[in-house]
């Protein structure tokens, strides 16, 4: 077997991280429609069953340069209220679409900044949004919390309204870093808001950590981690960094790339971060993900419900998640669709009364069944194709494309079966390859994705 770095310096490719299958470079615009779209969803949505719905909120108040989110920069916060009248609208016309009010099994606000809007206008949002559906009695509801802005007020009213999940966007704590991010924020912060939070009663309180920052060393990442554990989070994000400027422009263009760690480096600092939270009593949740054993995503993976989507690992396996909001991604398990990307864009197709949908794509039976194959894989580290709702023609030649990471023990491959080693995990990425067909039948002529490693 390789060692470690060897294997870092091997599978470091280009590659896509599977929040969704078909990844959206590969979707079929030119045969998607909002028809089809429209009809999909209506196909799969019931009365009583819950949904998903994923809200955007793009405004923040300042560019963190490492961020590839879809975002808008302002102070000026005038913006919040016609922003959340659209939303509602976008909302209200789903809901005419299906027929009946839907019951809201999962939540999440995302952006951009959600607590950029104030207290009373998430208020307001959320009123709309419950005077249209039903609470699921087993909801989910979460946000994203950034630790200079968020207040106790905005805690007490997101939990009023059944939220019970917050995350908090730290990153790093080393200065150089955060200035090179152009994400300040003090330690203190982000330790009074994870005060609140509990006090108040959420049960789930998670950090989002980064390694493969500019100018981050296993130092800082040693730094950052005993600094968290005194937080003691019930989860974690701690993922690598995807440097892509080539697609998300001037906002990752604020350092060199010599500023970077290097593959390896980045691995090390993986490595070390993983050690020190499993020594804490985490466990390592699918990919770049760790939880408390008593945590929600914890007992999801132990028992085989933990499910990925485009809002990231979730106990709430629902098949359909609307996406709300400029550039917001829905899913309805047969097909996807992505709103504009830009408010001009959003706001004229809600006054001409149209989903603002732009583009999307609707599964084949041959994708359905490689997305479950990549779901197994990122959420179980293992999958199987013993029934015939799981084969596909192309198998021998995807369990060909594996040999490699068998030999290097990274997969054990059965005649029927395929599990991810914990030398694997790592390269968990690595191993979905192979089963995307999309990407085997035609290679990229450029750079679309992050490094895997």
């Not at 009365?47 to 955007?56: K, M, N």
């Not at 207040?151 to 939220?163: D, K, S, V």
């Not at 704590?173 to 009663?201: K, L, M, P």
Request: aromatic share 10%; hydrophobic share 35%.
């Amino acid at each position: 077997m390789n060692n470690n770095s060897s294997l870092v310096a091997k599978y470091n490719v280009a590659g896509p991280r599977y929040t969704s299958y078909p990844t959206v470079p590969y979707w079929n615009t030119e045969q998607f429609t909002a028809v089809g779209w429209e009809h999909s969803v209506r196909q799969m949505v019931r009365p009583h069953t819950g949904i998903s719905l994923y809200i955007h909120l793009p405004f923040c108040e300042s560019m963190c340069t490492f961020c590839g989110c879809t975002k808008r920069i302002t102070k000026n916060h005038l913006v919040e209220l016609p922003y959340i009248k659209a939303v509602l609208q976008e909302f209200e016309m789903y809901c005419e679409l299906l027929g009946f009010a839907p019951t809201i099994q999962q939540l999440h606000l995302g952006g951009g900044t959600p607590t950029f809007f104030s207290a009373e206008n998430l208020e307001t949002l959320l009123a709309g949004l419950f005077t249209k559906a039903s609470i699921h009695p087993e909801a989910e509801f979460s946000f994203e919390g950034h630790p200079n802005n968020t207040t106790e007020t905005h805690l007490r009213t997101l939990y009023r309204n059944e939220f019970r999940r917050v995350c908090y966007g730290v990153q790093d704590y080393n200065d150089r870093v955060q200035r090179a991010i152009h994400r300040v924020q003090s330690f203190e912060n982000v330790e009074r808001v994870t005060q609140q939070a509990r006090a108040i009663g959420y049960t789930s309180v998670g950090h989002d950590l980064v390694f493969g920052l500019p100018f981050q060393t296993e130092a800082h990442v040693q730094h950052t981690i005993a600094q968290t554990l005194l937080l003691r989070p019930d989860r974690l994000a701690f993922y690598s960094y995807a440097h892509v400027p080539w697609i998300k422009g001037n906002g990752q263009r604020g350092y060199r790339d010599a500023d970077l760690p290097t593959a390896s480096e980045k691995r090390r600092q993986y490595e070390l971060g993983k050690s020190m939270l499993e020594q804490a009593g985490y466990r390592e949740i699918g990919m770049d993900h760790f939880a408390l054993p008593s945590d929600d995503l914890a007992l999801a993976q132990e028992s085989g419900q933990l499910h990925r989507n485009f809002m990231g690992y979730t106990m709430a396996a629902t098949e359909v998640m609307l996406g709300l909001g400029v550039s917001a991604i829905g899913d309805s398990w047969n097909g996807f669709a992505q709103n504009v990307k830009t408010l001009p864009e959003y706001y004229a197709a809600l006054r001409e009364n149209k989903l603002p949908v732009f583009r999307g794509h609707l599964l084949t039976k041959e994708d359905l069944i490689v997305r479950k194959h990549i779901l197994n894989l990122m959420c179980r580290f293992e999958t199987s194709w013993y029934s015939e709702a799981m084969q596909l023609p192309q198998m021998a030649q995807i369990v060909a494309q594996l040999s490699e990471l068998q030999q290097d023990g990274l997969v054990e491959i059965k005649p029927n079966s395929l599990h991810i080693t914990e030398a694997g995990k790592p390269f968990v990425r690595n191993v979905c390859l192979p089963f995307d067909l999309r990407l085997q039948r035609k290679r990229p002529e450029t750079r679309l994705f992050s490094m895997t490693v």
